[in-house]
């Protein structure tokens, strides 16, 4: 939330002035920060949720043979899949 702000609060203080200066470079660093940041939100709220519609109800260890695939089977030389 503080960086939303922070984001509103810089611009108006820059007063839409901006030029090809250092000043410009740390304001548009700082909205990229901030957008990643909104990014990373989202992300981490929507993971989870999908990891659980995934799993439809399995145990663990059937979710693990499963993510991992034919490897899981295979783990011994030779052995059958």
Request: no cysteine; charged share 10%; net charge positive.
């Amino acid at each position: 939330m503080l960086g939303l702000s922070l984001a509103v609060v810089v611009t108006l203080h820059t007063g839409f002035q901006f030029g090809w200066n250092v000043h410009t470079l740390a304001y548009v660093f700082m909205m990229l920060v901030i957008a990643s940041g909104v990014l990373g939100l989202v992300l981490y709220m929507s993971a989870p949720r999908q990891l659980s519609d995934n799993a439809a109800g399995q145990s663990r260890p059937g979710n693990v043979r499963r993510a991992a695939g034919d490897r899981w089977r295979g783990a011994r030389p030779g052995a059958q899949v």
